[in-house]
């Protein structure tokens, strides 16, 4: 199985500074295709996840543009520009390339 | 709009089985697949299996295969998750999702099942 790992585990962070969380795969996550299947996801508390971003940079729409994906092979970032109170919460990054499908073990984003 | 709506909590015995429904509107059911992924408490996400909507293929996550079976029915755009033998380890938040090419994008409400004596 590819194993997905975040850094940090925990992220404090003040409101309006920016924040990064870190995901690591254990196998390159380029398909044949071409494409890359690497997922973020934000769970605030009490809710269902929800979809941020998808191949690695594609923002869904109605997500600020606060938040950004980047990286390749198996190194990949999640890039929050200015922290604000609403994304407290955890993310998860998730690779779609091999079954079976695997995700983080998450990073929970707090305000200071 | 996309909607999954789930089933209600769920309450069952060791041994026992349950199987959550998660009914899909708003786009066409058999164009998108359907992946389930629980969340026991304080813990972070699992992905459990994937259901291919317009052909019932399945991958299932090796450590409940034998135990679980996805199925769904087209004619009412709805899936469903059926899990056997309980152990209090199967405690969590059972969520389904929509998949399209390698992502999910839409996910249900989530269904809590709690397996206790």
């Known amino acids: 199985d590819v194993v997905m790992t975040q850094s940090p585990v925990s992220l404090p962070v003040t409101l309006g500074q920016p924040a990064s969380i870190s995901c690591r795969s254990s196998?390159?996550?380029?398909?044949?295709?071409?494409?890359?299947?690497l997922n973020w996801f934000q769970q605030r508390p009490g809710q269902s996840p929800r979809r941020l971003i998808y191949?690695?940079?594609n923002r869904d729409s109605g997500v600020p543009d606060r938040f950004s994906g980047s990286g390749s092979g198996t190194d990949f970032t999640l890039k929050i520009s200015r922290v604000e109170a609403e994304d407290v919460g955890v993310y998860y990054c998730?690779?779609?390339?091999?079954?079976?499908?695997?995700f983080g073990q998450g990073t929970k984003v707090e305000i200071k | 709009q996309v909607q999954l709506v789930q089933s209600g909590t769920e309450v069952k015995k060791p041994g026992a089985s349950v199987k959550v429904s998660c009914r899909a509107s708003g786009y066409a059911f058999n164009r998108y697949g359907i992946s389930w992924v629980r969340q026991a408490p304080g813990q972070g996400l699992e992905w459990m299996g994937w259901i291919g909507t317009h052909n019932g293929e399945t991958h299932y996550a090796q450590k409940i295969q034998g135990r679980v079976t996805m199925t769904t029915d087209t004619s009412t755009s709805t899936a469903y998750m059926e899990l056997r033998s309980l152990t209090s380890d199967d405690t969590a938040v059972y969520y389904c999702a929509r998949e399209t090419w390698g992502t999910v994008d839409f996910w249900g409400q989530g269904t809590q099942v709690t397996v206790s004596s």
């Open positions: 196998q390159n996550l380029v398909y044949t295709d071409g494409n890359t299947y």
């Open positions: 191949k690695v940079s």
């Open positions: 998730m690779q779609a390339k091999n079954w079976p499908w695997t």
